[in-house]
């Protein structure tokens, strides 16, 4: 069995703010530590439930170089740093049995919901063929099209809740009760990680009743996004600027082509200008 283990930090337990995830901001370091040791948890629960699983770790969150490498648990491999073919999901490909959202949060909009947002700041919403998604169900439509269904999700209840949405059979974590943007009742780090080991073996034992997230067909997409990355992303053949001036539209193949155009338009807005 291999599983992959997608890895963000907003929706770590103790985690409630910008400076606890930014690598320039004064708490950082004991948020990756929190992130790493989330991480590591779920790999015990994985491994207890299957002693022979191969599992790989996406480091997930903004420069995907946050989990401490020398603090991982030594019998997992890990995928880091970008840009990287599949962002979030580096290291998937046709051989995953599943995959597992550790640290998770709520889309753009959502709330309450701890520092919810799509991708980055810059993007306001994002839609495939017109219904909104956020980081999970992007992530989680593009699993499943690799035919790996999301066999855990962990992160503040709303983001919970979003994923059961889309994958009833998922296992939740909620580590934290989200109280706001910035403000959550959360679980002791410990506890919190107890509760996910528990989970990640629950979730590996009914990984065959699990089905995968599917968006087929041509897509869609539509972002609406600030500023000059409109004006960037309109550069891009088959991207179309719609009326109202911050909402652009690309008509996909399917959903692969739908997700690289994604990653490339927040990548855009993330260019010094």
């Not at 530590?33 to 969150?61: F, K, R, S, W, Y």
């Not at 995959?99 to 909009?109: D, I, K, L, N, S």
């Not at 009833?168 to 509760?195: F, N, S």
Request: glycine share 10%; with cysteine; aromatic share 4%.
């Amino acid at each position: 069995m291999r599983i992959l283990i997608s890895a963000d930090m907003e929706g770590v337990s103790g985690v409630v703010h910008p400076a606890e995830t930014n690598p320039e901001r004064y708490d950082y370091e004991r948020g990756r530590a929190l992130m790493t040791a989330e991480v590591n948890a779920v790999i015990e629960g994985v491994l207890a439930a299957a002693p022979n699983a191969d599992v790989l770790v996406a480091d997930a969150h903004g420069p995907f170089r946050n989990i401490i490498t020398e603090e991982l648990d030594r019998r997992v491999r890990l995928v880091r740093g970008r840009p990287r073919p599949l962002g979030m999901l580096g290291g998937l490909d046709e051989r995953t049995d599943a995959v597992m959202f550790v640290g998770y949060h709520a889309r753009a909009g959502a709330g309450p919901a701890v520092l919810a947002h799509t991708m980055s700041d810059g993007v306001l919403s994002a839609r495939l063929n017109g219904r909104t998604y956020g980081e999970i169900g992007f992530n989680a439509a593009m699993a499943g099209h690799h035919g790996a269904p999301v066999a855990l999700i962990a992160g503040d209840d709303a983001a919970c809740a979003e994923l059961a949405e889309l994958s009833p059979g998922t296992v939740t974590v909620a580590v934290k009760e989200a109280l706001g943007q910035a403000a959550a009742v959360t679980l002791h780090p410990a506890v919190a990680r107890e509760r996910l080991r528990e989970g990640a073996a629950a979730a590996v034992r009914s990984v065959a009743e699990i089905e995968p997230f599917r968006i087929d067909g041509q897509v869609t997409l539509e972002m609406d996004v600030w500023g000059a990355t409109v004006d960037l992303a309109t550069l891009i053949p088959g991207v179309e600027r719609l009326p109202g001036g911050r909402t652009i539209s690309f008509p996909a193949r399917d959903l692969p082509e739908a997700y690289r155009m994604m990653l490339l338009i927040v990548a855009l807005g993330q260019v010094p200008r």
